[in-house]
């Protein structure tokens, strides 16, 4: 399949339509200031550009595809990054432009999101026109966005934003419900927390309704001034990259690095910026060698979550940045996710709301029998009672049917497909930009439904959206493993352990590898992943059945056997038919697994 590599990332697709997030940025009054002071107004929009604007764009995921020189277009593939980078830009410009009121440089930014058809460099469509005519009805410093975006934003970032009701736009022949952002819910964190301790209030700002971390400044030991900017460009590049983990909240280093030599607790540092997670570190220096450390705090119990030590030579400084930088990212998501679990279960019931009793089903799923299942899927029925366009949920209970279909739980088998198909395609309506989300459903609509076309695609977009995320490599080689594409789903499932190696759904991806690696002859190793899967979760059908046909197709007869009678004492009525019918798979993903299976004398009804 064209787009995906078996030793690159998944680039992304080029030609045709596709969903994308666009902000049309316009600069108010640019004629009158160019009279006023025309060299004066370019130098400040240059220096606006280079310091603030453009870092912002990069920093978000965003790619300047037209400039009129008062006016930028710029899309995003994330309708959070875009509206995250306006926010910023539109926050920080009166910081960086301190000129007089009648010559201050202010923007009016519009935001929508849809399909647009690329062009070259340039792209068109009616989402194009669209944001241009939501500027224009912007205030100066302003942000107005569609009802798409602020759809997609509502739960997710903690903004607000004001109706301005259907508005009839030039040369859009439909009224477009527009909304604008309410001033007082952009006011940075910093300028929040700074409030806080120049008024010398206790009150802790209120917490994000999803997990929070703020990066602080690392210490420099080494008492080297030049180490500073060592250790500041690592907390930079690591609050790029835990920016982009999208279920998480992270704070901006502008506010994070104000405590500075500041000697404060974790807890009110936490408090005062309104997180749960404080992640802190120290550089130090010897001789030509240099050691980072970092440890990741839960400020209300002021318990070490995690803490690692990173070693290596300054020679190669920027290699070492990144190895740093990746390996904190990496380690941080799945981290918090666990310690998100065990703070749910210390929370009353009674006071759970749709991403709590998400994380409550999270265990279940993981111990994989049919009573964890069905207790998973019963507390995400409560969380989708509570917010039916949750998307996380709705891709989980897709994701819980699969499994179920896939242990023999379901009887007829593919009864419930319809339903898998339709929960997945949900998930991806309520929220088209979560990678793991569309991973999930990637492998749904793969799985549940032998939708191919459609499902080969979104395994690729997840991965080109969530770079980082284990789960959504993991379910998108589902996806291409189903759609027949067997050496990309290696490298996908691959990439997936080598970025989350204790992975509690690891038995899962080991799972899908181990299918995988029959498929393309690879028997020996398949032996090798199904057993590490199955020392995983015991449990797992899926693993017993593949490591029994691959034992099998290596001339392990006696072996084999034995692996098929653990998996029938889970299944006993399991049959070549029942595995068809609940996998209507490419003909070429099963085919070496029948095989195998057959030769074990497994039978056809």
């Known amino acids: 399949m064209a787009g995906i590599a078996t030793s690159d990332p998944i680039g992304r697709p080029s030609g045709g339509r596709k969903l994308i997030a666009v902000v049309h940025a316009d600069m108010v009054g640019y004629s009158r200031l160019i009279g006023l002071d025309d060299v004066g107004t370019l130098d400040r929009l240059r220096s606006l550009r280079s310091g603030l604007i453009d870092p912002a764009i990069d ?118 419900e527009t909304f604008v952002l309410k001033p007082n819910t952009a006011a940075t964190v910093q300028e929040l927390a700074e409030r806080s301790l120049v008024s010398n209030t206790n009150d802790p700002l209120p917490l994000p309704n999803r997990p929070s971390i703020a990066v602080l400044a690392f210490n420099n030991m080494s008492g080297e001034a030049e180490q500073d900017y060592f250790a500041d460009g690592i907390v930079e590049d690591i609050i790029t990259g835990l920016s982009r983990v999208r279920w998480l909240f992270v704070i901006a280093r502008n506010s994070s690095f104000t405590y500075r030599g500041r000697s404060a607790d974790v807890k009110q540092i936490a408090g005062e910026l309104g997180v749960r997670y404080v992640l802190e570190g120290s550089v130090r220096k010897v001789a030509d060698r240099v050691r980072i450390t970092c440890q990741l705090i839960e400020a209300d119990t002021r318990a070490h979550v995690w803490a690692d030590r990173f070693d290596g030579e300054l020679q190669d400084v920027f290699a070492l940045q990144d190895k740093v930088t990746d390996s904190v990212v990496r380690a941080i998501a799945p981290t918090l996710r666990h310690a998100e679990i065990a703070r749910v279960r210390r929370k009353p019931p009674e006071n759970m709301d749709a991403y709590d009793l998400y994380l409550r089903a999270l265990p279940h799923w993981y111990a994989m029998t049919r009573r964890s299942i069905e207790e998973a899927q019963r507390l995400l029925q409560r969380a989708l ?61 793969a799985y549940g439904g032998g939708e191919f ?26 996806a291409l493993f189903h759609s027949g594409h067997a050496k990309q789903a290696v490298f996908c499932f691959k990439n997936a352990i080598r970025l989350d190696p204790v992975d509690p759904t690891g038995f899962s991806t080991m799972g899908g590898l181990t299918y995988a690696l029959i498929c393309l002859g690879e028997d020996t190793e398949a032996i090798t992943v199904a057993t590490r899967a199955i020392h995983q979760n015991a449990n797992y059908t899926f693993a017993w059945r593949g490591l029994a046909a691959a034992l099998a197709l290596s001339g392990r007869m006696e072996e084999g056997r034995m ?43």
Request: aromatic share 4%; glycine share 10%; with cysteine.
């Open 59 to 176: 920093e978000h995921g965003g790619r300047i595809v037209n400039t009129g020189g008062d006016s930028l277009l710029i899309v995003f593939d994330s309708v959070d990054g875009a509206v995250r980078c306006a926010v910023k830009v539109q926050q920080q410009i009166p910081v960086h432009d301190g000129d007089s009121a009648d010559q201050r440089i202010r923007f009016r930014v519009g935001i929508n999101v849809g399909d647009l058809i690329p062009d070259g460099t340039d792209v068109h469509g009616d989402v194009v026109n669209v944001a241009a005519r939501l500027q224009a009805e912007c205030p100066p410093g302003g942000i107005c966005v569609s009802r798409a975006v602020r759809e997609h934003l509502r739960g997710r970032l903690d903004l607000i934003f004001e109706e301005l009701g259907p508005l009839k736009l030039k040369n859009i022949s439909r009224a477009v």
């Open 385 to 445: 009672i509570l917010d039916p366009r949750y998307a996380p949920a709705l891709s989980l209970q897709s994701l819980l049917l699969g499994y179920s279909s896939a242990q023999g739980w379901i009887q007829p088998p593919g009864s419930r497909h319809l339903e898998i198909l339709t929960l997945a395609r949900s998930a991806i309506q309520s929220d088209p930009n979560d990678p793991d989300v569309v991973a999930g459903a990637s492998h749904m609509i």
């Open 453 to 478: 076309d459609e499902a080969a695609p979104l395994a690729e977009r997840a991965c080109n959206l969530g770079p980082n995320s284990a789960f959504a490599w993991g379910q998108s080689g589902y």
């Open 563 to 605: 692996a098929l009678q653990s998996m029938l004492r889970m299944e006993p009525s399991f049959t070549i038919s029942a595995l068809l019918l609940r996998t209507p798979s490419a003909p070429s993903a099963f085919k070496r697994v029948i095989q195998g299976l057959r030769l074990l004398g497994v039978p056809e009804q």
